[in-house]
C-alpha cells in the first residue's frame, strides 16, 4: 500500500487515503478542504477557528439507515466539474411565519430557485392549506420522494415524502406532502411526479447517480470483484444535480444566498485560495494547481468550505510518489525533501516562509 507524508505548512486541512481502481491499481487521493467564516453576513469570509474535518466517510443528518447526507465522504479520486452543496434552512421574512417562500442562490452564472411551502396534509381527497412556519430544513426528507408502504422505492429519493402516500424517513416530518419543490413542479395530488428537489447531496444509491457507478453482475462478481466495474464513470463522484454544477471554480465567484439566513440575504465572494503545493517523488518533485471541485456553503453557520483534491496511480518498478507539501516553504527545504533528508534551519526556522498569504478575500 502507498505511504506518503503530508507536510501542510498553511492554516487549513489536508489528508490522504488509498483506494483501488478498475485495473486493480492504488490511487493516492490527497484531499485539501480550506472552511471560511464570517460573524455576520456583510463580513468578508476570513479562515475558521475551527476547520470542517475530511470526512473518510458519509456523514448523515440523522439515522444513517433513513437519512439523507450531510456531508458525503471525500474519497472521489476524481469530480469531472465542481459542485457546489448547500446545506440550509429556509427561514420566514422579517421574522414572521410564511405559508409558502421561495429560497436560492446564484454564484456567477449559476442559479437555483426552490419553492418552500409548510406542512400539508390528505384532506378531502386533496391535500390541505399549507400550515404557517418560521423555518423549514431544506433537505430531501422535506422532497418529493420515499418508500411507499407496499415496499415500492421511489428510487431518485427514497427517504422523501408523497410517493405513493410515502410518509417521510424522518419521523420529525409531519407533512404528507413534500415541502420542497422546484416552482415549476408543485407538487398538488397524489397523482404528480416532480422531480425530488433540494440543494445537498444526492445518496450514492439514488438515481440518477447510480447509472453511473457502473455494472454489478454476475460477471464482475466472478471476474472483477473486489475492485470497481470497468465501466464506472467519474460522473458518479458527483454528489449534487446538475443544476448544481460548473465547469470550474477559480476562488472570487461573487455568490449570492437567498432565504436561509434570518436577514435573509448573504452576498460574499468566494475566497482565492494561493496555497502552493509541491510532489515530492523519490526521483524528482513537481508543482501541482490547486483546483477547487467541491463548494460547502452552511448558511446557517455562515461557512463556507473549499475542497481540492489530487489522485495519483501508483505502479510498480516507477518513481514513487513520497510526499506532498501544501504552504509556503523555502528552496532549502524544497532541496532537503527532495533528497530525502531532515531539514535543519541553524537560525531555528521551521522552512515556512512567513508572511506569504496562503488566500485571498
Not at 476524481?78 to 454564484?107: C, L, S, T, W, Y
Not at 444509491?205 to 471476474?223: E, H, M, V
Not at 460574499?268 to 460547502?296: A, C, G, Q
Not at 468550505?305 to 506532498?324: D, F, Q, Y
Request: glycine fraction near 8%; charged fraction near 20%.
Amino acid at each position: 500500500m502507498a505511504d506518503i507524508w503530508i507536510e501542510n505548512r498553511t492554516s487549513f486541512v489536508a489528508d490522504s487515503h488509498v483506494e483501488p481502481n478498475a485495473d486493480g491499481q492504488e490511487v493516492v487521493v490527497v484531499i485539501f478542504s480550506a472552511t471560511f467564516q464570517v460573524e455576520t453576513p456583510g463580513a468578508i469570509l476570513a479562515p475558521a477557528p475551527e476547520q470542517l474535518p475530511i470526512a473518510f466517510s458519509d456523514v448523515p443528518f440523522g439515522d444513517p439507515n433513513l437519512s439523507s447526507t450531510r456531508y458525503e465522504a471525500d474519497i472521489a479520486t476524481v469530480k469531472p466539474v465542481a459542485e457546489f452543496v448547500i446545506n440550509g434552512v429556509a427561514h420566514a421574512p422579517d421574522g414572521k411565519a410564511v405559508r409558502e417562500m421561495q429560497v436560492g442562490f446564484r454564484i456567477g452564472a449559476l442559479r437555483k430557485v426552490l419553492n418552500i411551502v409548510g406542512d400539508r396534509v390528505h384532506e378531502a381527497g386533496g391535500y390541505s392549506a399549507p400550515r404557517p412556519f418560521m423555518k423549514m430544513p431544506v433537505v430531501y426528507e422535506r422532497a418529493y420522494g420515499g418508500t411507499a408502504p407496499d415496499g415500492n422505492v421511489e428510487v431518485r429519493n427514497p427517504v422523501g415524502v408523497g410517493y405513493r402516500n410515502a410518509i417521510s424517513a424522518d419521523p420529525a416530518v409531519r407533512s404528507e406532502a413534500p415541502n420542497v419543490t422546484y416552482p415549476n413542479e408543485p407538487f398538488l395530488a397524489t397523482t404528480d411526479r416532480p422531480a425530488p428537489a433540494g440543494f445537498g447531496a444526492i445518496g450514492r444509491g439514488w438515481q440518477p447517480r447510480l447509472k453511473y457507478a457502473g455494472t454489478f453482475d454476475a460477471n464482475w462478481l466472478a471476474s472483477q470483484w473486489p475492485l470497481p466495474p470497468k465501466d464506472y464513470d467519474p460522473r458518479h463522484n458527483m454528489c449534487t444535480p446538475v443544476d448544481q454544477q460548473l465547469p470550474a471554480v477559480s476562488g472570487g465567484e461573487n455568490v449570492t444566498v437567498v432565504g436561509m439566513t434570518p436577514s435573509g440575504r448573504w452576498d460574499f465572494r468566494l475566497p482565492v485560495l494561493t496555497v502552493p503545493v509541491r510532489l515530492i517523488y523519490e526521483d524528482r518533485s513537481e508543482n501541482e494547481p490547486l483546483r477547487i471541485d467541491t463548494v460547502l456553503i452552511e448558511p446557517d453557520n455562515l461557512r463556507v468550505t473549499l475542497k481540492a483534491r489530487i489522485a495519483r496511480v501508483t505502479r510498480r518498478n516507477s518513481p514513487a510518489l513520497r510526499e506532498v507539501i501544501f504552504g509556503h516553504v523555502t528552496p532549502a527545504f524544497l532541496i532537503a525533501r527532495r533528497k530525502g533528508k531532515k531539514y535543519f534551519d541553524p537560525r531555528g526556522g521551521n522552512g515556512t516562509i512567513a508572511g506569504r498569504p496562503t488566500w485571498q478575500s
